[in-house]
């Protein structure tokens, strides 16, 4: 019988994990089905026990859901607690739901592993202060880094979240318009290219040598943010498939207790 996966979003329809976990199911000889599940907010408790009573295994959480997710599980790991955020989920029954957050151990491998950046003593921006940033600064905080900024464009919420982990390193915030120059590394933790915008930065963040992630990520590698970053002074950029192949890597030890490999995908 098919183990029944999906992911949760709003939208959904752009989501390249259907065909990342059906490689990882040929690797591993099981058997899934994959369904896309575009809930609204307002929508996405009943979504969620929809699939649950559907015999729903596991689940991804994206965008717009992952701080409501947070809310729905009855128990939650000590990593999702600490983001406040979770990407993961997995039903041990058709009534129970664990929650889990992937997202910073998969960025964190992409960029020291497969991009070849080190982390250690590096200024890290990042941009945007919701679940996606919630879920990154204690995994990439684990690789030593120099400092963390967070800027968003409600201060008062990049400074909440900086808050949150400064027990863990040096994280501080700054308002969007005036996040600093000459960052390692700058992280888009917004929702915005997905429509195609730009956060409100300014190009000096970019340092010589600088590497601009993009979360979000598309079918060529390339989207309005890291195109803009490289046009103005970004060294190299990459878009966020490698976080989504490895958070997904994360996402079978969680449901299966397997590890398949990403090397593929990367390729």
């Known amino acids: 019988m098919a183990e029944r996966l999906a992911v949760f ?83 041990e029954s058709r009534t129970l739901v664990f929650g889990d957050n992937s997202d910073g151990a998969g960025l964190a491998t992409d960029i020291t592993e497969n991009l070849g950046v080190a982390l250690t003593g590096m200024r890290v921006l990042i941009v945007g202060a919701g679940g996606a940033c919630r879920g990154i600064v204690a995994p990439l905080l684990a690789h030593g880094p120099a400092e963390i900024v967070i800027a968003n464009r409600t201060h008062s919420t990049a400074q909440q979240v900086a808050a949150r982990f400064a027990f863990l390193g040096r994280v501080v915030s700054s308002p969007l318009a005036s996040a600093g120059t000459d960052y390692d590394v700058v992280i888009n933790a917004t929702s915005a290219s997905i429509t195609g915008e730009l956060p409100a930065l300014r190009p000096s963040v970019f340092g010589s040598a600088s590497l601009a992630y993009d979360l979000f990520y598309t079918k060529d590698g390339e989207t309005a943010f890291t195109r803009w970053a490289m046009q103005n002074g970004a060294a190299r950029t990459a878009d966020g498939w490698g976080m989504l192949v490895e958070q997904a890597v994360e996402c079978w030890r969680v449901w299966f207790g397997i590890t398949p490999d990403a090397k593929p995908l990367l390729r």
């Open 9 to 91: 979003g709003h939208p959904v329809a752009h989501s390249l994990s259907p065909g990342i976990h059906r490689t990882f199911a040929e690797q591993t000889g099981r058997t899934i089905e994959f369904e896309l599940i575009d809930a609204a907010p307002e929508a996405l408790a009943d979504a969620v026990r929809a699939f649950a009573s559907r015999g729903g295994v596991g689940a991804n959480v994206t965008v717009p859901h992952k701080l409501a997710a947070l809310e729905l599980v009855d128990a939650a790991s000590d990593r999702a607690k600490l983001a406040g955020a979770v990407n993961l989920l997995r039903f």
